[in-house]
């Protein structure tokens, strides 16, 4: 029986469904471990979280069986051991499992028991649940390992513990959500460790994957619930935790306490990161997208510059009739200061001919949102053009509040491959805005000073489809929207609950039809980062034929 134990977090990223570079990236993590006892990765490392309906590909389960082999086998050289997530087969039946490698040989597996079925979660649907796991014996020491969900409730650990587990170690796949820190470690892992006196270990990857983005921030409770050791977010790091055996039981050394993004600083970095890797994991050359001389697409850029470089970020100024000079020169200067490249294609020609096009069938009519909107859908196929033509995604930059009651142009300005606003409100985008023109992310790729004229920030919202248009004419301000649009979507309020909030009844009763009608349009936009509770697309999920309504 041992009395010290030596323990590598790896918090690190992963590959969806590149088996052979995650297992390479794992043996790499651990010759970088040096003379540790263990090393531990997130969940699911092996294959990639979350796997979705990939995982129900026999090919793959047979492939992550035989790369677990193989990644056993390495462990036979006296090294450190590896526990590993993977999804492991038995009796016909799928588990989101992790392995103990040690000595060469697969030592032991836990099957994660609590499998989540609610907001982006839809695991019961390829996983089946496994049985309320066991302690493993590992060097003298029995390690509980929940996984993920299952320390968000008190069943699994307190099984753990009347079996005997000395130490809770819980792999993770925890995706980023606005004040989920504290949620994580407050409400449930420091919950977790009250009720059963054991120190834990929590740790999550880091890394986009589609609509989300991980943020790490992995940590080390000691067993009366005080903080030992916090790795930063949203970076890869491997940290080396030593912990010995006393009278009171199993204590790890303090060690560096990280500091953690606040706000808004962490939904920039969500965004960047998220970016950076659907892009290069997609392999695309860069990022095209229109410049408008707006505060939404403005930003975008700068995030765009940041998780990529400048120099993958081609933005295209494609002004009409009602362009404001104004607009041109913000975005010209816009880019400058970013570092960009800029190319203006005027569309007026194009508007011109549909206007010739069709004369005949739109004659006795009046001008209408009709026109306005050929004019988007001209720039979304120019825009799509250039996509097509060079290789570079194409980024959507409508925000939540948009979206939310359909002021977007489908198969317009909602054309494209990525829309890193989409759960970000107008609100927020005014915030991440200020922030970045205050400072730069720690590890962005783009310039150190302001990335926009302060105009672009402070000049009243248009989407500049017809002479003198503003948002405020169809919107209500959007510090009244946005807080109207939270309770409807986030907290799922009726139009009364909101109206009592000291809201207009018959504003919010219309915001509420219009979020419902929308619904057809929010179905074909793009993906986009999930930053809150109820995104569209992952987590909320309404039909499109809709007749119900609270007021």
Same mark, same amino acid.
């Given at each position: 029986?041992?009395?010290?134990?030596?323990?590598?977090?790896?918090?690190?990223?992963?590959?969806?469904?590149?088996?052979?570079?995650?297992?390479?990236?794992?043996?790499?993590?651990?010759?970088?471990?040096?003379? $540790?006892?263990?090393?531990?990765?997130?969940?699911?490392?092996?294959?990639?979280?979350?796997?979705?309906?990939?995982?129900?590909?026999?090919?793959?389960?047979?492939?992550?069986?035989?790369?677990?082999?193989?990644?056993?086998?390495?462990?036979?050289?006296?090294?450190?051991?590896?526990?590993?997530?993977?999804?492991?087969?038995?009796?016909?039946?799928?588990?989101?499992?992790?392995?103990?490698?040690?000595?060469?040989?697969?030592?032991?597996?836990?099957?994660?028991?609590?499998?989540?079925?609610?907001?982006?979660?839809?695991?019961?649907?390829?996983?089946?649940?496994?049985?309320?796991?066991?302690?493993?014996?590992?060097?003298?020491?029995?390690?509980?390992? &929940?996984?993920?969900?299952?320390?968000?409730?008190?069943?699994?650990?307190?099984?753990?513990?009347?079996?005997?587990?000395?130490?809770?170690?819980?792999?993770?796949?925890?995706?980023?959500?606005?004040?989920?820190?504290?949620?994580?470690?407050?409400?449930?892992?420091?919950?977790?460790?009250?009720?059963?006196?054991?120190?834990?270990?929590?740790?999550?990857?880091?890394? %986009?994957? !589609?609509?989300?983005?991980?943020?790490?921030?992995?940590?080390?409770?000691? %067993?009366?619930?005080?903080?030992?050791?916090?790795?930063?977010?949203?970076?890869?790091?491997?940290?080396?935790?030593?912990?010995?055996? %006393? !009278?009171?039981?199993?204590?790890?050394?303090?060690?560096?306490?990280?500091?953690?993004?606040?706000?808004?600083?962490?939904?920039?970095?969500?965004?960047?990161?998220?970016?950076?890797?659907?892009? !290069?994991?997609?392999?695309?050359?860069?990022?095209?997208?229109?410049?408008?001389?707006?505060?939404?697409?403005? /930003?975008?850029?700068?995030?765009? $510059?940041?998780?990529?470089?400048?120099?993958?970020?081609?933005?295209?100024?494609?002004?009409?009739?009602?362009?404001?000079?104004?607009?041109?020169?913000?975005?010209?200067?816009?880019?400058?200061?970013?570092?960009?490249?800029?190319?203006?294609?005027?569309?007026?020609?194009?508007?011109?001919?549909?206007?010739?096009?069709?004369?005949?069938?739109?004659?006795?009519?009046?001008?209408?949102?009709?026109?306005?909107?050929?004019?988007?859908?001209?720039?979304?196929?120019?825009?799509?053009?250039?996509?097509?033509?060079?290789?570079?995604?194409?980024?959507?930059?409508?925000?939540?509040?948009?979206?939310?009651?359909?002021?977007?142009?489908?198969?317009? !300005?909602?054309?494209?491959?990525?829309?890193?606003?989409?759960?970000?409100?107008?609100?927020?985008?005014?915030?991440? +805005? #200020?922030?970045?023109?205050?400072?730069? &992310?720690?590890?962005?790729?783009?310039?150190?000073?302001?990335?926009?004229?302060?105009?672009?920030?402070?000049?009243?919202?248009? $989407?500049?489809?017809?002479?003198?248009?503003?948002?405020?004419?169809?919107?209500?301000?959007?510090?009244?929207?946005?807080? /109207?649009?939270?309770?409807?979507?986030?907290?799922?309020? +009726?139009?009364?609950?909101?109206?009592?909030?000291?809201?207009?009844?018959?504003?919010?009763?219309?915001?509420?039809?219009?979020?419902?009608?929308?619904?057809?349009?929010?179905?074909?936009?793009?993906?986009?980062?999930?930053?809150?509770?109820?995104?569209?697309?992952?987590? #909320?999920?309404?039909?499109?034929?809709?007749?119900?309504?609270?007021?």
């Amino acid at each position: 029986m041992t009395d010290t134990l030596t323990i590598a977090l790896a918090q690190v990223s992963q590959k969806m469904g590149d088996l052979d570079a995650n297992a390479a990236a794992m043996l790499d993590w651990r010759a970088k471990a040096g003379g $540790a006892d263990l090393v531990v990765f997130p969940e699911l490392q092996l294959i990639g979280y979350p796997p979705e309906d990939l995982v129900l590909k026999p090919v793959l389960a047979e492939r992550s069986e035989a790369a677990l082999a193989k990644l056993a086998g390495a462990t036979g050289d006296g090294g450190p051991a590896m526990l590993v997530g993977a999804v492991i087969r038995r009796e016909g039946l799928l588990y989101n499992a992790v392995a103990l490698l040690d000595g060469g040989e697969i030592a032991a597996i836990r099957c994660k028991h609590e499998l989540p079925n609610y907001g982006t979660f839809d695991e019961k649907r390829v996983f089946a649940p496994g049985p309320l796991p066991e302690p493993i014996e590992f060097r003298g020491v029995r390690l509980g390992v &929940p996984i993920c969900e299952d320390i968000w409730f008190p069943m699994v650990a307190a099984h753990l513990d009347k079996l005997g587990a000395e130490l809770l170690i819980v792999p993770n796949g925890s995706p980023y959500e606005i004040d989920k820190d504290d949620v994580r470690s407050t409400r449930v892992a420091r919950a977790r460790v009250a009720e059963t006196g054991l120190p834990l270990i929590y740790l999550n990857r880091v890394g %986009g994957q !589609d609509e989300l983005v991980f943020d790490g921030a992995s940590f080390v409770l000691a %067993g009366d619930g005080t903080l030992v050791r916090q790795l930063p977010d949203w970076e890869e790091v491997l940290v080396t935790t030593r912990w010995s055996r %006393g !009278d009171a039981g199993w204590t790890c050394e303090p060690g560096p306490i990280a500091a953690l993004e606040p706000h808004p600083s962490d939904v920039y970095h969500a965004m960047m990161v998220a970016l950076r890797d659907y892009v !290069d994991g997609n392999r695309f050359p860069g990022v095209v997208l229109g410049l408008s001389g707006g505060i939404d697409s403005a /930003i975008c850029a700068a995030i765009a $510059a940041d998780a990529l470089g400048p120099d993958r970020v081609w933005c295209v100024m494609l002004p009409s009739r009602f362009t404001s000079q104004e607009s041109l020169e913000d975005a010209a200067e816009c880019a400058r200061m970013i570092g960009c490249k800029l190319d203006t294609i005027p569309i007026v020609p194009a508007v011109e001919a549909f206007d010739a096009m069709l004369s005949g069938t739109f004659a006795d009519t009046e001008v209408d949102i009709t026109e306005e909107n050929i004019q988007s859908r001209i720039r979304g196929v120019t825009l799509m053009a250039l996509s097509n033509k060079f290789g570079h995604m194409l980024l959507t930059t409508g925000n939540k509040s948009e979206m939310s009651v359909g002021y977007a142009t489908i198969y317009g !300005d909602m054309a494209g491959g990525y829309n890193p606003l989409k759960d970000a409100y107008k609100t927020t985008v005014f915030a991440i +805005s #200020r922030w970045r023109n205050e400072r730069r &992310p720690r590890f962005g790729l783009g310039p150190d000073g302001p990335v926009m004229p302060e105009r672009i920030v402070t000049k009243p919202p248009s $989407a500049e489809l017809r002479p003198d248009q503003k948002d405020s004419d169809s919107l209500p301000p959007y510090d009244v929207l946005d807080p /109207i649009l939270h309770g409807l979507v986030e907290e799922e309020l +009726s139009v009364g609950d909101v109206a009592a909030r000291g809201f207009d009844h018959d504003t919010v009763a219309r915001i509420e039809r219009l979020l419902y009608v929308a619904e057809y349009k929010r179905r074909q936009a793009p993906p986009g980062v999930k930053l809150g509770t109820r995104n569209f697309g992952r987590d #909320r999920r309404y039909p499109i034929t809709n007749a119900f309504r609270t007021a």
